[in-house]
């Protein structure tokens, strides 16, 4: 490859690299753990939508009432699990009256599962804020007060936050890190407080406030009934309808583990990606900017190394390298992900973006994503 065409490349890696730095170092100022405040909150109903989830739904539930600093009562979901889900949730219920179990009516027509589960869960909450928790999601005792308040004082009808994750195989820490790296180096979140775009609304399906009167007003779950991500939906319908949206720091907030493994990262971030990334307009601009900015800079310094590099060039795209691996770490360490992922991230970029190609074209081939069970189409809509 001609040297002036591998000088263009690390110009175009360095400032593909230098837009998410940027970003990064605005948005980790601004992304902060919310503080509870004294004062009356009202009932906060945190909602778990459970299927097959025996392993861990003890330790969630046990981790939600251990809720301070604000009235709650906890709901859990069960969605025709055939596991000992729901033995575990009515033996807890037994010496907690702040405890439900509620069963799913079989799923509708129509209808993603979650979705389905939520949206019960909702019409049998009495809470004024509903707390939306993924069964994997343990909470801190400050998590639900801290979310209210914060709801509070920025007059907003949801908001969310990306629980600290948890990663305890390579496959993981491949893929998981990726969910803050995009949300925090790519989202303008001062344009997002400063606009009610729907485009701009964000937030993470594990962990995610709603106020009542918002919820109803929207539709709630069923106006997304046929989706996948609610993290996407949910924020840009509340902002269609006049409702602001916002996001903070939740690694102090909440732990998940997401996956156990690389096959169940792969299908998990396969499961909604058509609802993100994955469409035919947007993935060619995100595969350009990952790239460029994340791929690109490894592969100039590995050429560099093999079989060298002009002076301009191997300074540039070691420049880049160096910026694109700064943003992680920053981001990495303030969301006190594993520092061991730091390295990783070029491959991870890798198996992001294939990921991503990966659904869009079996999406073309009209296949299906399968999630505990079920079978959805990949149009999403």
Known sequence: MAD?????????????????AVLAAMNLTLLRTPEPEAGEAGLVSILIPARNEAGHIAETVRAALA?????????????????????IVSGLALAEPRLRLVPVPPLPEGWTGKNHACAHLAGEARGAHLLFVDADVR????????????????????????????MGTLGEKLTVPMINFLLVGYLPVAMMRASMRPALGAAC???????RDAY?????????????HDGVKLP????????????????????????TGFSQCWAGFSKNAHEGMATPVALPVWTALLGLGHVMPALLVLAGLLVGLSGATWFLALAALAVS?????AITLVTDEPAATIPLHPAAVVVALAIQWNVLLRRKRAGAAVWKGRSYPTGGA
């Open 325 to 329: 691996l700064a943003t992680r770490a």
């Open 216 to 228: 109803a007003a929207v539709g709630g779950h069923g106006a997304i009934r046929r989706f996948l």
């Open 4 to 20: 002036p065409l591998l000088l263009v490349l690390a110009i175009l890696a360095l400032a593909a690299a230098l837009l998410p």
């Open 67 to 87: 809720s301070v600093g604000v009235a709650i009562e906890v709901l859990v979901g069960d969605d025709h699990s055939t596991d000992a889900t729901a033995a």
């Open 205 to 211: 399906g594990q962990m995610l406030l709603i106020g």
């Open 236 to 259: 840009r319908l509340l902002r269609a309808a006049g409702h602001r949206t916002d996001l903070v720091a939740g690694h102090a907030l909440a732990d998940c583990r997401m996956y």
């Open 139 to 166: 909470l801190k005792p400050i998590a639900a007060a801290g979310l209210v308040a914060h709801a509070r004082r920025s007059g907003s009808g949801l908001v969310s936050a990306v629980p600290r994750q948890v």
